[in-house]
């Protein structure tokens, strides 16, 4: 993430779903266009960004969001293929982070060699801490046997409506 690329309002109700979006290269989110997020230059005060989470009359300081205040992992999980009947063939759960841009440069870097000359694709979960979690996103990665490291990848048609890659 350059700093001098992109403005965060850290501030801001759509604030984590941004740094996602940047990190993983994949679509911001719509309210987050009004702001201008991209623009360094951009120097509207708070108050003026129309998602500041103090502009929201329902917002109140003093009271947590249980929902929000959850705690998220990024669990990182390899498999040899890909099945249309199975999903997933010989899967790997290598670990898990609690940010998403460890997550993601692990697994594009092949550190520690997640690869193994074995596993052609791997995951990104993020999971919210509980009983019997479920995946709330995912981003999918393919090695690259020419330049030796992941590349990410749209979801694959043959895993959509599996769920919860991490624990097998």
Not at 14 to 43: H, M, Q, R, T, V
Not at 79 to 85: G, I, N, P, R, V
Not at 136 to 161: A, M, N, S, T
């Amino acid at each position: 993430m350059n700093k001098n690329k992109h403005v965060y309002c850290t501030n801001c109700i759509y604030g984590k779903d941004l740094i996602e979006s940047i990190i993983f290269a994949s679509e911001i989110p719509s309210e987050c266009k009004k702001c201008n997020s991209s623009n360094p230059e951009d120097s509207k005060r708070l108050k003026d960004r129309p998602n500041y989470i103090g502009n929201d009359p329902n917002y109140v300081k003093s009271k947590p969001d249980y929902n929000e205040e959850r705690i998220s992992i990024y669990t990182i999980t390899v498999f040899e293929s890909l099945d249309e009947k199975y999903g997933i063939i010989n899967s790997r759960c290598m670990g898990y982070y609690s940010n998403p841009w460890d997550a993601d440069e692990d697994v594009r870097n092949n550190n520690l060699d997640i690869h193994e000359y074995l596993y052609k694709y791997a995951v990104i979960e993020k999971v919210r801490e509980g009983l019997y979690p479920c995946c709330i996103k995912r981003w999918f990665y393919k090695w690259d046997d020419v330049d030796k490291l992941y590349e990410p990848i749209e979801e694959p048609e043959c895993v959509k409506g599996f769920a919860n890659f991490w624990n097998g």
